[in-house]
Every structure is written in structure tokens, then in C-alpha cells.
């Protein structure tokens, strides 16, 4: 508890430092606990110091934490890769935000199934900004269209736009990545399309939030500086077939 109390408060601190830098409010930035393969025990640590906004990258992993979880006030985005034939099982376990939806096939399912639940859902469009084969996302030059289609549809409530940047230690390769999702959020923002918000930035990690941070971004998502290594490697989750 102690341990995750204290990164919790480093991390913190790194956020109020990068907007002090910025120029920007902290209270524009809101930190996501990603909590892949950390245990149900430990989740419950973060949420009782506090911190209530976390995500899951599979929904496996959703589903078995969820009856642990659901007790304790709490907001829960899903930042995975998500496939068609989990979304009813998604849509069981209060999910308020998909941040990974990328695909139109993807957003028809999921209008269907929250048409017969007579629900609605805010969803952030996925951009892969650094144009690298393993990464999800819609194409750059494909996602204002996206956009453009997904607004048809009135379950899905789009609040803004996600991606993973390059994994690199060149600040500067990496700042590409963020000033490209801003520049697609500015060119959304003029288009004036109905049914679309373009409030959240979602873009950092542990690794890169200060970057992230001075190009715009209003959701970091961290999850090994405050849970602790992981099990598995990156690849694990971006592997669609592992669900």
C-alpha cells in the first residue's frame, strides 16, 4: 500500500511539474492507472488512496476484476484492442469510455449492441501516429473520415482522440507523434461536426508523459510506475489474437 501510495504521489508530482513547464492547469491533466495484470488486491490500494480513474487492455482481464472492483466508486475506461466478439461481455462491466476504437466495423457492432441496451457509450477515436505495423489505431490520414462516420452513429459519444507513441528515446521522434494527434484534434475542432467532442487528449505513458503533456494531452496513462513490472511483455497486448 505504502509503495503504491508513493508512486502514486511521484507520479503526481511529475504531472504538477510538466504543466508548471507547459504553462497549463494540472488540473487539465488526469492521471489513468492502467491496471493490466495487476491483481484485483492491489487495484483496490490506488482506488481507496483515491485515485479512481483506471482502464484494462483485455477484456478477459475486465471481467475477472470486475465483481472485485465494482464496490468502490470508480471510473473505468478500456484501452485495448478490442475485438467484435467481446463487446457484449465489454458492455457488462461499466465501462464508460473506449479509448481504442479505431475501425467503422468495430463502431457498427457496438452501436448495434448498445441500440438493443438502449445505451450509449463515449468512445476516443485511436490514431497510430507513429505509423508502425504492430501499433492499433486508424491511419492519420484516414481518421478525420472516421470521425466523420462514427458521429452518424448516436450510442457512440466521441469525446476526443488516443494513441500510443513511438516507442523511443528520441524525445523529439516522440513529440511527432503527439503534435500530429493535436493537429488532428484542431483540424475535428474546425470541421464543427455534430456529435463530436474534442476535449480529451489521451496520449503518455510513464515513459513520456512530460511530452505528452506539453503537446496537449489531458489523459496519461501509467501503469508499471505505480503497479510494479509486468509479467508479460508490450507484445502481449497488442496481439488481437490473444483477446
Known sequence: ????????????????????KAGRNPKEVKLLLATKTVPAERIKMAL???????????????KEKYEALKEIPHTNHFIG??????????????????????????????????????KTI???????TSNEESKFGVNPDNAIELVKQVAKLETLKIKGLMTIGLFSAETEKVRKCFRLLKDIQQQIIALNIP???????????????????AEGAT??????????????PDSYYWNENLG
Open 1 to 20: 500500500m505504502n509503495e503504491i501510495i508513493a508512486n502514486l504521489n511521484q507520479i503526481n508530482n511529475r504531472i504538477e511539474d510538466a504543466c508548471k
Open 48 to 62: 481507496q488512496a483515491g485515485h479512481t480513474l483506471i482502464a484494462e487492455n483485455k477484456v478477459q482481464e475486465l
Open 81 to 118: 484492442h478490442l475485438q467484435t466478439n467481446k463487446i457484449k461481455d465489454l458492455l457488462k462491466c461499466g465501462v464508460s469510455c473506449i479509448q481504442s476504437l479505431d475501425r467503422l466495423d468495430l463502431a457498427e457492432k457496438l452501436h448495434q449492441r448498445l441500440q438493443f441496451e438502449n
Open 122 to 128: 463515449k468512445v476516443l477515436i485511436q490514431i497510430n
Open 195 to 213: 456529435n463530436v467532442e474534442m476535449q480529451e487528449l489521451s496520449m503518455g505513458m510513464s515513459g513520456d508523459m512530460e511530452t505528452a503533456i
Open 219 to 232: 489523459i496519461i496513462r501509467v501503469g508499471t510506475a505505480i503497479f510494479g513490472q509486468r509479467i508479460y
